[in-house]
């Protein structure tokens, strides 16, 4: 979606070194949602934020934090302790319910 | 918490003919069901809706049904054509706080 900005599109992770992961929106949503995809797998939740300065984690926040300094930004850190991180990592907003995606950032292990 | 599970995996149908995808929840709570489309290398892109006081919703080629009694909800494509050839997921909003997703099922449509 067009008010979505994720960034980089692709990135690059050495061994023992943490990560982030920006997204932006200008929807105005107070809802932001960040999402992990493996190959041929479905998203699984890694954190969101219903409010500035509040977060929760997901399902699978080990070795992932964040943070919500501004309603527009939700950078996601993934952080050394996260043994696996290749994968399509998708941010989204929506009003309570996550409905617009961004264009997601794809992380490899160099 | 919640838990969806998404049937088949994979489908592949004939141009024209129709495809159905279905989907069962666990969480009673769960109140608004999206479906979203992937196509390959991009982003989930929300195709239909809907919140669990209405049993079924159209929009043009697609609709979804709701049986909140079965806990189960359903995506039909009708006419396919080859673009709607992607993989859909099913998801179900659990309460106030998160969006739980279907493992996904590949289309396709030969033409």
């Known amino acids: 979606d067009g008010g979505i900005t994720q960034s980089p599109k692709y990135l690059f992770r050495k061994e023992g070194q943490n990560v982030t992961l920006s997204c932006e929106q200008n929807?105005?949503?107070?809802?932001m949602y960040w999402y992990r995809q493996d190959p041929g797998q479905g998203l699984r939740l890694i954190y969101y934020s219903q409010i500035v300065n509040d977060f929760q984690k997901g399902d699978i926040a080990e070795g992932y934090s964040v943070s919500r300094e501004k309603k527009e930004s939700f950078p996601l850190t993934v952080t050394s302790a996260q043994k696996n991180p290749t994968a399509f990592y998708l941010c989204?907003?929506?009003?309570?319910?996550?409905?617009?995606f961004g264009d997601g950032t794809r992380l490899s292990i160099l | 918490g919640e838990n969806v599970e998404q049937h088949p995996s994979t489908l592949s149908v004939q141009e024209g003919d129709s495809a159905v995808i279905k989907c069962t929840y666990s969480?009673?709570?769960?109140?608004?069901f999206p479906w979203y489309k992937q196509e390959l290398g991009k982003r989930p892109q929300l195709i239909i809706d809907i919140r669990s006081n209405v049993g079924e919703k159209k929009d043009q080629r697609i609709a979804v049904t709701l049986n909140k009694t079965a806990k189960h909800f359903s995506l039909h494509i009708t006419e396919t054509q080859p673009e709607d050839s992607a993989v859909y997921f099913c998801?179900?909003?659990?309460?106030?706080?998160?969006?739980?997703f279907g493992t996904g099922t590949r289309l396709l449509v030969s033409p």
């Open positions: 969480d009673s709570a769960s109140n608004y």
């Open positions: 929807l105005n949503h107070d809802a």
């Open positions: 998801a179900a909003f659990q309460g106030f706080q998160k969006l739980v």
């Open positions: 989204a907003t929506g009003v309570n319910q996550p409905q617009h």
